[in-house]
């Protein structure tokens, strides 16, 4: 069965350096989206993607964020200086079709110290 | 934007027992509600999902209810065992993006 997949499983970082969170999304799908969880609440929506662009962002994703599709196959998510609030799970999905279900990755769990 | 609410946080069932999950949701205009099963440590799974158009879908023993005049739809798993222990999310989807519940504990007691 296909299925994204997300690297590295957990990263640690200090705060103010930047990071790399990668996500292999379904191939042949078109959208594609980030999202986070901060230990104990909600999954929270950050950023959808599509034709090479981002679609839709939250209030979360601030200057510090950007995404990327480099090579038309990995999607990531750059987080350019770390703050201690950025620690969460951070989840990419993708979609074959805007009314298709998502398929989410396993997750990267980021640790800002 | 979407607004969606879950209840209970927790809940406990011994293991054959019924579980109900309920969410609902602000925006008339979400046309695409599926649920997800987070295991520790692994991303959201899918388990089932309803489109608006439909009242009511079912899957050997998990079945997902809808209410579009009420904005509620709700999760049943039947028989439960030990092995659906797990945190259970429902979403709406607006838009092309999905708003999430703040997640259901469930816990199956053998």
């Known amino acids: 069965e296909p299925e994204v997949t997300q690297t590295p499983s957990h990263q640690v970082t200090q705060m103010g350096q930047e990071v790399i969170l990668r996500c292999v999304p379904i191939s042949n799908h078109l959208y594609f989206y980030w999202y986070r969880q901060i230990l104990g609440q909600k999954v929270e929506f950050l950023v959808s993607?599509?034709?090479?662009?981002?679609?839709?962002k939250s209030e979360i994703f601030d200057d510090q964020f950007s995404v990327e599709r480099p090579d038309g196959s990995n999607f990531t998510l750059k987080i350019r200086s770390t703050k201690l609030e950025d620690s969460a799970m951070y989840f990419c999905?993708?979609?074959?079709?805007?009314?298709?279900?998502?398929?989410f990755g396993q997750g990267t769990r980021l640790t800002v110290v | 934007g979407e607004n969606v609410e879950q209840h209970p946080s927790t809940l406990s069932v011994q293991e054959g027992d019924s579980a109900v999950i309920k969410c609902t949701y602000s925006?008339?205009?979400?046309?695409?509600f599926p649920w997800y099963k987070q295991e520790l440590g692994k991303g959201p799974q899918l388990i089932i999902d309803i489109r608006s158009n439909v009242g009511e879908k079912k899957d050997q023993r998990i079945a997902v209810t809808l209410n579009k005049t009420a904005k509620h739809f709700s999760l049943h798993i039947t028989e439960t065992q030990p092995e659906d222990s797990a945190v259970y999310f429902c979403a709406a989807s607006l838009f092309n993006k999905f708003y999430f519940g703040s997640g259901t504990k469930l816990n199956v007691k053998p």
């Open positions: 993607f599509y034709n090479n662009e981002i679609s839709e």
């Open positions: 925006d008339s205009a979400s046309n695409y």
């Open positions: 999905a993708s979609r074959g079709s805007a009314a298709a279900e998502a398929f």
